[in-house]
């Protein structure tokens, strides 16, 4: 018998043996199956959350050159990517007095003319959900094209007057409120219009609340965290533009410098450190807004 032959009667003594068999055969097609399926679902949600330095960044700061933040009254140091930051007198809690507005005009004269400065204010806040009172987080900022990639509208509209407001998703469910509800916040009269639900690419389970930049939603001022976003007109925030706001107790994440990052020699934190001793400075995580949760 040729091997053909002999492949089709073993083919056909097969067919009719499932077929006699049906629940026995799908049976073993499904112990073979379940294990591949489970393998390549597995593998498709590991790379799924494998994000990269360049996403992290747009997560973090959207379509913006760079992210500045207040972190000292006196000079500090920073590694490149804004992860370790050691103060030069190594003092840190030193009073700061300067203001929102102290700090925008620093920068404005550090940066090139012709770049665009934007608050991006958060802060902790008690509004008034289905089932009671509900902390919730409270940012301020203007958005656009410097936030596409930070935060993403998924329906309706983002805030156009100072009583309307736009909500997280994560916040519609938690609190029983919908696109079209007025929320209150705690212990006041005044009610926003919920004018469309967005998310946080960088941490989709926030409960979040988004209003102008000059509306006044009741929120904990010692609670007020405040970074300030820069579009520059071209090339980038460069290195030396970092160290210069460092000079002024500022850090920045720059995303030019975080992907082409200069020498250990011409970083004063590593050059007057190292860098194993600078791992044990202060460490900022890198995120796109703290986060207060009912929950």
Do not use: C
Request: charged letters at 25%; aromatic letters at 6%; zero cysteines.
């Amino acid at each position: 018998m040729s091997r053909i032959a002999t492949w089709r009667l073993a083919l056909r003594v097969a067919r009719r043996d499932a077929l006699r068999a049906k629940g026995r055969s799908a049976l073993v097609v499904a112990m073979i199956a379940l294990p591949i399926v489970g393998v390549t679902g597995a593998d498709i949600a590991f790379r799924s959350g494998d994000v990269s330095q360049a996403e992290e960044l747009t997560r973090l700061m959207g379509g913006a050159d760079a992210e500045f933040q207040q972190a000292a009254a006196g000079p500090v140091w920073q590694s490149p990517d804004n992860g370790q930051m050691h103060a030069e007198d190594g003092v840190w809690d030193a009073p700061d007095e300067r203001t929102p507005e102290d700090i925008a005009g620093v920068l404005a004269g550090l940066l090139p003319p012709g770049t665009e400065l934007r608050a991006n204010e958060t802060a902790r806040g008690v509004v008034h959900s289905r089932s009671g009172l509900m902390p919730t987080s409270v940012r301020k900022v203007e958005p656009g094209p410097h936030t596409e990639g930070m935060l993403t509208l998924l329906r309706g509209d983002f805030p156009g007057a100072d009583d309307e407001v736009a909500v997280t998703q994560a916040f519609l469910d938690n609190s029983g409120l919908y696109v079209g509800s007025r929320l209150r916040f705690e212990d006041d009269d005044t009610s926003y219009r919920i004018t469309g639900a967005y998310e946080l690419p960088g941490d989709l389970g926030a409960d979040e609340v988004l209003a102008r930049p000059g509306a006044e939603p009741p929120r904990s001022e010692d609670s007020v965290t405040v970074t300030y976003l820069a579009d520059v007109p071209e090339g980038g925030v460069t290195w030396d533009m970092v160290m210069a706001a460092n000079e002024h107790g500022l850090t920045a994440t720059s995303k030019s410098v975080v992907a082409d990052p200069p020498p250990d020699d011409q970083v004063p934190l590593f050059r007057e450190l190292g860098r194993s001793e600078a791992w044990g400075a202060t460490t900022p995580r890198w995120s796109s807004s703290p986060s207060w949760s009912s929950r």
